[in-house]
């Protein structure tokens, strides 16, 4: 486990692929030998939050899930919504980039490249109407639920306040982006013909890995933490009154 004392550099030797999600941090690399608590420290960074997204990042088997829940909302949807940037703005236009180019086209016939670039845009747009609903209703839900939930200490929340929508209808309608990246990958692998650029499409193929990886740890954070963390809100705004009455998770 990866605790505050281990060098910055530690973490990207160990997976590189920890590089996007530092720049999530705003942390670029050049670190020197400096440890974790210093260079969050020096970025006015939560210490412990960067902590638990970077250990549940690197052990699909780590999960904190009570004291990841016990962080601000805000803290937790900022950081789901720059991944989703992240994505959008750069994962996403550095594979079309490679697909979508003359020089670098991976297959003999233009038949293949252009079933590859269809299907990689098919994806895309999937992927932008699944972040979108997320950016633009349930997260400002999200975080609606979170004031009201702090607004119960000083007010009574009347029960027409409480929007009808809950977080478990999200988790049942959440559907699963990075498996369909998973068909994705093997269009590649599997059913189209062998490459006539094999480096071009071992690239791809490389970022799909890696994207596939980073989507199974945001999908986890969304469903193993924003989730559950919002549905006990919702419950205690709902049943104000209920046996628990400790309010605070
Ligand atoms: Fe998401
Ligand atoms: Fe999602």
Redesign the pocket.
């Known amino acids: 486990m990866i605790t505050e004392n281990n060098k910055m550099v530690d973490l990207v030797h160990r997976n590189y692929n920890l590089i996007p999600v530092l720049n999530r941090f705003g942390i670029a690399l050049g670190f020197g030998d400096k440890t974790i608590r210093e260079v969050c420290e020096e970025k006015g960074l939560n210490l412990p939050f960067f902590l638990e997204i970077i250990n549940s990042f690197l052990d699909d088997e780590y999960f904190p899930r009570e004291h990841l829940i016990s962080f601000p909302l805000r803290l937790i949807v900022d950081y ?1 919504t720059r ?2 940037q992240d994505y959008l703005e750069k994962r996403i236009p550095e594979i079309e980039a490679i697909i979508s180019s003359r020089e670098e086209a991976c297959y003999e016939k233009e038949e293949h490249n252009f079933l590859l670039l269809k299907f990689f845009r098919e994806y895309k747009e999937e992927l932008i109407l ?2 979108r609903r ?1 950016d633009e209703q349930v997260f400002p839900y999200a975080l609606g639920i979170e004031k009201l939930y702090h607004e119960m200490d000083s007010r009574s929340i009347k029960p027409d306040e409480i929007p009808r929508y809950s977080i478990m209808d999200y988790l049942r309608e959440h559907d699963n982006i990075e498996e369909k990246l998973f068909d994705l990958k093997n269009i590649i692998i599997k059913y189209l013909p062998p490459p006539r650029n094999p480096e071009a499409c071992f690239r791809v193929i490389a970022m799909l890995f890696d994207l596939e990886k980073d989507m199974n740890d ?2 986890r954070i ?1 469903e193993k933490v924003l989730v559950p963390k919002v549905a006990v809100m919702e419950q205690k705004l709902r049943q104000p009154e209920g046996p628990d009455k400790s309010r605070r998770s």
Request: aromatic share 0%.
């Open positions: 789901l991944t989703h699944h972040i997320e945001h999908s969304e």
